[in-house]
């Protein structure tokens, strides 16, 4: 199950992963600012995958009503020590413990990459099944001209095209509202899709 083995692939690193990417201080301005605006108009939001819980501790901060899930039982402790003011559970994005229609907002920053292409329905039925009418995702993932496996440094994930995503956000249940592609030297290309329930 890809589920598991990402838990364990993760739970392995977890402690250079922290180290490596788990601040604000690792997040590219663009990313910090696009974000930073949805959160403003989301509601109470769900940050799904939140790994070490910077970014939920983030939003937070700026006032938003927001909890993390992840399925890493390292990150979520890490999270409620270095955020015991911010709301972190584990869970699984596959099952959240939401009621139907009761969610604003669901950030999903690259929590998704590591889904095989034929799964990634689950998660966002999840998703829609949560969000409230009206209500907002936000996802970030990496771009690349094919949906293809790539060897992430962690367990291998997934790129795909802004195109193909739209069409997996669609057959969810989402309107696309917007999508963004950022390309830095020396880094993978990355995207972002903001969709309405």
Not at 31 to 56: E, K, N
Request: proline share 6%; charged share 20%; aromatic share 10%.
């Amino acid at each position: 199950m890809a589920n598991e083995t990402s838990r364990e692939a993760y739970s392995r690193r977890s402690t250079e992963y922290i180290e490596l990417l788990g601040s604000m201080a690792a997040v590219h301005p663009a990313d910090r600012q696009l974000v930073s605006t949805w959160a403003r108009d989301a509601g109470d939001v769900i940050d799904v995958g939140c790994g070490p819980g910077h970014w939920t501790n983030f939003l937070a901060d700026q006032g938003t009503s927001i909890r993390g899930i992840d399925l890493v039982p390292e990150f979520i402790e890490h999270a409620r020590h270095a955020y015991p003011a911010t709301d972190f559970t584990a869970g699984s994005l596959d099952s959240l413990n939401a009621d139907p229609g009761s969610v604003g907002g669901i950030l999903s920053w690259y929590s998704l990459i590591h889904y095989e292409p034929e799964a990634i329905q689950v998660p966002l039925l999840e998703f829609s099944r949560v969000l409230k009418p009206g209500g907002t995702l936000l996802v970030g993932f990496f771009e690349g001209p094919t949906v293809e496996k790539f060897a992430h440094a962690v367990t291998p994930a997934y790129w795909w095209p802004i195109d193909d995503f739209c069409t997996e956000l669609n057959a969810a249940g989402f309107d696309v509202v917007e999508s963004h592609v950022r390309k830095t030297a020396g880094q993978r290309p990355h995207a972002a899709i903001a969709a309405r329930c």
